[in-house]
């Protein structure tokens, strides 16, 4: 057979846990047509992977990428990590469907510029099917599947502020809409009750979207109302939901904040098996980091993150508005404060528009560069920012984060975001540094699981079943690294900085990815199931 791409004597871990073994990899018009000895064979491009790991392309069960393969279609951030295939959509944060008025798209992209950043060209698409069909026109280079996201629900049917509970006739709406972006192709439904509007939700309007999403047999990714002093409480109500409904349940980034809970992990693991062994169909994914990233306006208390940013900038100026902020951040009832959990010094700025030499500071760093107490200098921050403000917060132990990773329910997300030039490492190392500190340092897990977490898991929890493994006829997406020199050099200064021992990623049978140069394809396609 004449192969477009053999890859010849790699140490193929073929995603399902199996042992590794030494064979060459054929691929054709885009698939993995061979497998083994196939030193006969004449292709027409050919790698040698002589002491290289070869192993299916890594699947980002968690990602945010909606507008970003729009800006920036060629993908580089999850390329360059290893990353052929993500679930976008997620945390309830997401930009279809898209009222036609100019005041719908503007709530949008105000309530989503921290999570996905903004989008500079025509906001002309009213469904999912008409986003993605806009995608398709430009191309990707990943594989991308997507979530109905919450909050564009919300804002797409409540009248005036979505920040409010929905009235009966405004859920019924919700779930035509999610019905029919479930059968246009996405693959689940996605919330985040730790977040405006998704919080404001009641009990019948989360039972109402999730027995639609069961009924199509898709998935509910959650990011849970509360990860830290209420983690137990927090996750048990989204158990309880799956549990009612059905709904094949998807927790997003398992974690405990603050160095209080994280007594809290194992009780979190023993409860998420014990539903499961009730019949309830949960999993989760995680982020391999012990600190995470996210708005730094969620920080405030929920009841001001209810306002336009207009009028909250407004609060942010009162003096009677800020002592009752600090109060409520001081001494939360029923929310994360992520202050009181982590402490200012513990949370830095990733990336401010309006003051951008702050960058890469922690708060309490910045207040004493401004001579300030901490809460004023915070406040005076958010008051002047129109753009996109993001952080990053030092979140669990690495002990913690070692318990969630063994467990055997758990797979690989990134919680990758690309809101403005600077991010968290993650959303361009994630997968690399999994592989170098957890398993190539400290051997959290063996090789063959680990890659298993990262590939086949997350394919078979979204019914890709042609994905996440080395096997004839399935799709090549294919990942060639150096066991020995793979390593992240990402760090919040510099996050883009590029991973070692990375030699060679293909999407769809075709290299997008060659020793440390991009090839600028755009192979990649929308997943819809």
Not at 397 to 409: A, Q, V
Not at 470 to 497: C, E, M, S
Request: aromatic share 8%; net charge negative.
């Amino acid at each position: 057979m004449k192969y477009d791409y053999l890859l010849r004597k790699g140490t193929v871990v073929d995603g399902s846990g199996s042992s590794s073994f030494v064979g060459d990899v054929g691929v054709k018009d885009g698939r993995i047509v061979s497998i083994g000895n196939l030193a006969g064979d004449v292709p027409a491009h050919e790698f040698d992977c002589t002491g290289l790991i070869v192993c299916p392309g890594f699947i980002d069960m968690h990602g945010h990428s909606e507008l970003e393969a729009l800006r920036a279609g060629h993908m580089y951030g999850k390329i360059a990590q290893g990353i052929t295939s993500e679930v976008a959509g997620n945390c309830g944060v997401g930009v279809y469907p898209l009222g036609v008025t100019e005041q719908a798209v503007g709530t949008v992209r105000e309530m989503t510029r921290d999570v996905l950043g903004d989008y500079d060209g025509a906001w002309n698409w009213t469904s999912f099917g008409s986003f993605v069909d806009k995608l398709a026109v430009q191309g990707i280079g990943t594989n991308m599947a997507f979530l109905q996201a919450h909050s564009a629900l919300r804002c797409a049917v409540i009248e005036g502020n979505p920040n409010r509970a929905a009235t009966s006739r405004e859920v019924c709406r919700m779930v035509e809409l999610l019905e029919q972006a479930l059968d246009e192709g996405c693959v689940g439904f996605s919330s985040g009750l730790y977040y405006a509007p998704c919080m404001f939700a009641d009990r019948a309007e989360l039972l109402a979207l999730l027995s639609a999403t069961a009924r199509k047999g898709k998935i509910f990714a959650v990011h849970h109302r509360c990860e830290g002093d209420d983690v137990l409480s927090s996750l048990k109500e989204v158990l309880d939901l799956a549990r009612e409904t059905g709904v094949r349940l998807e927790v997003s980034h398992l974690k405990a904040i603050g160095r209080k809970n994280q007594d809290e992990v194992p009780r979190m693991l023993q409860m998420i098996e014990e539903y499961r062994a009730e019949g309830v169909d949960v999993l989760f994914d995680q982020y391999p980091y012990e600190y995470g990233s996210t708005s730094l306006f969620s920080l405030l208390p929920p009841e001001y993150l209810r306002l336009s940013r207009n009028d909250l900038r407004q609060r942010l100026g009162d003096s009677e508005h800020r002592a009752a902020m600090r109060r409520a951040m001081e001494r939360p009832d029923g929310w994360d404060s992520i202050y009181e959990l982590c402490g200012w010094e513990d949370i830095s700025v990733v990336s401010l528009d309006a003051t951008e030499e702050y960058n890469g500071m922690s708060i309490s760093d910045i207040a004493a560069k401004r001579s300030q107490e901490p809460f004023d200098a915070f406040f005076d921050i958010l008051a002047q920012e129109s753009g996109a403000a993001v952080m990053v917060d030092t979140t669990q132990t690495e002990e913690s984060l070692k318990l969630i990773m063994r467990h055997p329910l758990g797979c690989f997300g990134t919680d990758a975001l690309y809101s403005g030039d600077r991010c968290h490492p993650r959303s361009w190392a994630a997968a690399v540094h999994l592989l170098d500190k957890y398993w190539r340092q400290e051997e959290v897990l063996p090789l063959e699981q680990m890659i298993r977490r990262m590939t086949y898991e997350p394919a078979r929890r979204l019914g890709l079943l042609d994905r996440g493994l080395v096997k004839g006829g399935f799709q090549a997406d294919l990942v060639v690294f150096d066991p020995l020199t793979i390593h992240d050099n990402a760090t919040v200064l510099n996050p883009t900085a590029m991973n070692a021992g990375m030699e060679l990623v293909m999407v769809s049978g075709v290299p997008a990815y060659h020793k440390g140069s991009f090839a600028n394809e755009l192979s990649g396609s929308i997943l819809v199931l």
